[in-house]
């Protein structure tokens, strides 16, 4: 049983218009027919009892949500996959069968809650049954919404719990039974229903439908709008316009493909119809997409799960990525304002560009709800509360709107947001109720007219669609439980943190370059969540022993995580641009790994000195003092990422010779070493390359149509 609903990218669909009926927003986006419509009530009850959770509307204790979570998975994406798929019969009835078997698991799970707490570690023969049902629909439940490349590496981790003992020394372990193996990943919390799940159930899945909202409030066209404004007009204006606008969604989507196939379908075919080659746009909006899940201040779902492996705020977690992010970002810009040089493109024409002042003035309320999810995520409040306001105020921006429209005079409408404003701001002071009971009210004002019913249908349809795109992550994060779960019963995590630490004990750039390696090939079958935890569990211990500080390690193995989606050959960031590009993913893929250099060389950089993460410790730091550090390396990487755009492009005032590039390279290359003498080197040979070319350039520096490179 197979589906078209492909990895990372299930439930991206073009969002309806607001004014469309829920039959016509439901073929966009769910099977035709009575079985999608089944599948849209399921989709929807599904965001309901998770909203419900998070907001303590239903109180359950943790286990019982994570495994409901995990039943409301595997019960919408088996019979999915299958509609989507268009099996016949009796494939189809099966696939139902398996979805509410799923379900029934977590049933089971909440009916027998108290007696399975008792008899933990000595389960009787139907938790068995139970829990093999609950590993198996979970497997497939992986492979119809992502492929087989994840559910075949835990597949070979839960042979290794099961048959482990018969390998040769160092691999071998004591042994573990059925018994054993079943109760640790199928109850309890380390296997399926492991950290992974616990922030699936809680902070991630709540924040996809914060982003669906905003998305479907016209947050999207805002961002566009305010790129559009800000950089049409200057040199290569349209590929400056995809990476800051792919930079913004960053800030409300945490899927990088999704991002691709969202502002994708402008930017590409606006950046080929300005004079960008296809493959190089193509990697533009790849390479710009994915860094939004570095982007702060939400990022994407592996930041939650860092937070809560690491037992830190969120906000740690934020202010150890924002100057990586930044300088991602920043070396994006500079490759396509350097190509755009290189070939003499320059910006759009004055009608061509909206104003981004005028966008803000007629959308400010908008950025509202990311606000103030911002300064509570900053005052050290929970990501589950913050999300939870975020998305109140949300639904009060979205029924608020409807009713205003409806009002008579301006005074009126400004007498009623005054008041919707001051109820936003009692939930701080006063909770749920006051601002559920005015949701209640404009949920039952927007059924009393046309315009409001269209309203309310298209808030259900972004329920269901939030669903729908929560199923890749939510199920990679079921299905990774049971990597971790092997780890932590086998103790193979030290086995693999050992054979690091000899390396590094050695040559840390060798363990560096090991985990990076890991980080790549792991990415070309799985995404960056299960990527991450697979490898932050291996690699993350072994590199604190070595001495880097466990958030730098974490958000190293995140970065290569991220950039495994840009890698050949299999690239998936740069093959959902495919299509839209037209062009071959794989050469999408090369210009996308020239346009994210910066990315690979940003987290060795942190490693050898945590400054650039805004971390205490390192040399540099001890030698000069914390703030001088960070000026000092943030300002080195700028000039070495420069430096290596200038050489990769081949441009800079003009046309590099190459000499000029094989010496900014040479310098970008010592300046990241970190070895005694090299930023001496690096910046003397910074200097040379500098003047040999201003010199050279001097009086010539008009652009050259048409150039190659």
Not at 382 to 405: D, F, M, Q
Request: glycine share 12%.
């Amino acid at each position: 049983m197979s589906s078209h609903v492909p990895r990372d990218t299930a439930g991206v669909a073009s969002p309806a218009s607001p004014a469309s009926g829920p039959r016509e927003a439901l073929s966009h986006t769910f099977p035709h027919g009575p079985v999608g419509w089944l599948l849209f009530a399921i989709a929807v009850a599904f965001s309901l009892f998770q909203l419900a959770t998070a907001a303590h509307v239903v109180d359950l204790p943790s286990q019982l949500v994570r495994s409901f979570h995990v039943g409301f998975l595997v019960l919408l994406s088996l019979p999915l996959g299958a509609a989507l798929a268009r099996v016949k019969w009796p494939l189809t009835g099966l696939a139902w069968l398996l979805g509410l078997a799923g379900f029934a698991v977590a049933i089971y799970q909440w009916w027998e809650y108290e007696p399975l707490l008792l008899r933990a570690g000595d389960p009787n023969n139907i938790d068995l049954i139970v829990g093999i049902i609950s590993l198996a629909v979970v497997f497939l439940a992986t492979i119809v919404v992502m492929g087989p490349a994840l559910p075949i590496l835990a597949g070979l981790f839960l042979l290794y719990c099961l048959f482990g003992q018969y390998l040769p020394a160092p691999l071998n372990h004591r042994g573990y039974d059925l018994t054993q193996v079943i109760d640790h990943m199928a109850f309890g919390t380390e296997g399926i229903y492991g950290i992974p799940v616990f922030v699936s159930s809680t902070y991630i899945f709540l924040f996809i439908l914060f982003g669906a909202f905003l998305e479907r409030a016209g947050m999207i066209q805002l961002f566009t709008d305010v790129s559009m404004g800000l950089f049409g007009r200057s040199r290569g204006g349209p590929a400056k316009v995809a990476v800051f606008s792919s930079g913004l969604m960053g800030t409300i989507s945490g899927s990088g493909v999704a991002n691709v196939v969202t502002t994708g379908q402008f930017t590409i075919p606006l950046m080929k119809r300005f004079g960008y080659k296809a493959a190089f746009a193509g990697g533009v909006e790849a390479t710009a997409s994915m860094g939004g899940q570095i982007m702060p201040p939400v990022m994407g779902a592996v930041a939650f799960i860092m937070a809560e492996t690491l037992g830190v705020a969120y906000a740690e977690v934020v202010k150890a990525a924002i100057v990586p992010a930044v300088l991602y970002f920043a070396s994006a810009f500079w490759m396509v304002h350097l190509e755009a040089g290189k070939r003499g493109l320059m910006g759009l024409g004055d009608h061509e560009v909206p104003s981004a002042l005028d966008a803000i003035k007629q959308q400010w309320y908008l950025i509202l709800p990311l606000a103030a999810l911002v300064y509570l995520l900053f005052s050290g409040y929970t990501p589950l509360y913050s999300g939870t306001v975020g998305l109140v105020l949300t639904l009060l921006l979205i029924l608020g709107s409807s009713v205003a429209l409806e009002l008579p005079n301006i005074v009126i409408r400004s007498i009623f947001w005054i008041g919707l404003g001051i109820i936003a701001a009692l939930f701080l002071e006063y909770g749920l109720q006051i601002v559920g009971a005015a949701i209640a009210l404009l949920i039952a004002w927007n059924f009393l007219t046309k315009g409001g019913r269209e309203t309310l249908s298209d808030i259900v349809i972004g329920l269901a669609e939030g669903a729908k795109t929560a199923l890749s992550v939510g199920v990679a994060c079921a299905i990774v439980g049971i990597i971790i779960g092997t780890m932590t019963l086998t103790g193979a995590a030290t086995t693999f943190g050992g054979f690091i630490v000899s390396v590094g004990e050695h040559n840390l750039f060798l363990s560096l370059l090991l985990t990076m390696i890991t980080c790549i090939i792991l990415g070309m079958g799985i995404p960056t969540i299960p990527n991450y935890i697979i490898t932050s569990s291996l690699a993350g211990p072994a590199l604190l022993e070595l001495g880097v500080p466990l958030i730098v390690s974490h958000m190293f193995v995140f970065y290569f995580g991220i950039l495994a989606d840009l890698t050949p050959p299999v690239a998936l960031a740069c093959f959902a641009a495919a299509p839209i590009a037209r062009e071959s993913g794989l050469r999408i893929s090369i210009e996308a790994v020239k346009i994210a250099a910066a990315g690979f060389v940003i987290p060795f950089i942190a490693v050898y000195t945590p400054a650039l993460m805004l971390q205490d410790g390192g040399p540099l730091a001890e030698a000069i003092g914390y703030p001088a550090a960070v000026a000092y390396i943030v300002g080195k990487t700028v000039l070495a990422v420069g430096l290596w755009g200038a050489a990769i492009i081949g441009y800079l005032r003009g046309s590099m010779s190459a000499l000029e590039r094989i010496l900014a390279a040479a310098a970008a290359v010592t300046m990241i070493a970190a070895l005694p003498v090299t930023d001496e080197v690096g910046f003397a040979l910074a200097a040379v390359v500098i003047f040999l070319h201003w010199r050279r350039t001097s009086g010539h520096t008009s652009v050259e149509p048409g150039g190659s490179g």
